[in-house]
T-cell receptor, first 118, second 110 residues
């Protein structure tokens, strides 16, 4: 079974500062992928960044980077230079790469509500 | 290329009524899934499909049926709606590592 834990229900950050959103995971699958999604108040799910378990380097996408520490089973999202439009709910998720069952579908954490202050 | 579309956007049902949430994708993706999102929680998997004619249960399948007669469509049926099924429902499709979500259907059961 897969499990994602996000221990920060809410976070505040000052505009233009960096912020780290925590995510830890548990899986017995030797190969897996880790994802971060953004859900603004409008409700849609927006894909931000992906990290494969065998990727040698941490993933980056513009202002988003994923701090992947495999031994600690953590996949924290770092947002640099926060903007007011970054205020949203952020979800960490994972998917196994083995087999064809439900393990290949996404398992989500409970989310972190980020508020960017002007 | 419309991506993943869902209808309706909003729906109110009375307890015991049945209905079908529609989901379609035009990206020729094999994998499609249905999730529900309850307040303060992440998305939970209801049912999924790995191709036309193949479906299986996820984490919270009770009270829901699915079928996959074509690659494009993956409808979710509520057999007899209950207040506990009040939620936001997301359909998703994927190929490779990226999963594309529809805009969601907000369902209220009274």
């Amino acid at each position: 079974a897969q499990k994602i834990t996000q221990t920060q229900p809410g976070m505040f950050v000052q505009e233009k500062e960096a912020v780290t959103l925590d995510c830890t995971y548990d899986t017995s699958d030797p190969s897996y992928g880790l994802f971060w999604y953004k859900q603004p108040s409008s409700g849609e799910m927006i894909f931000l960044i992906y990290q494969g378990s065998y990727d040698q380097q941490n993933a980056t996408e513009g202002r988003y980077s994923l701090n992947f520490q495999k031994a600690r089973k953590s996949a924290n999202l770092v947002i640099s230079a926060s903007q007011l439009g970054d205020s949203a709910m952020y979800f960490c998720a994972m998917r196994g790469h083995q087999g064809s069952g439900s393990a290949r579908q996404l398992t989500f954490g409970s989310g972190t509500q980020l508020t960017v202050l002007p | 290329n419309a991506g993943v579309t869902q209808t309706p956007k909003f729906q109110v049902l009375k307890t015991g009524q049945s209905m079908t949430l529609q989901c379609a994708q035009d990206m020729n993706h094999e994998y499609m899934s249905w999730y529900r999102q309850d307040p303060g929680m992440g998305l939970r998997l209801i049912h999924y499909s790995v191709g036309a004619g193949i479906t299986d249960q996820g984490e919270v399948p009770n009270g829901y049926n699915v079928s996959r007669s074509t690659t494009e469509d993956f409808p979710l049926r509520l057999l007899s709606a209950a207040p506990s099924q009040t939620s936001v429902y997301f359909c998703a499709s994927s190929r490779g590592h990226e999963q594309y979500f529809g805009p969601g259907t907000r369902l209220t059961v009274t």
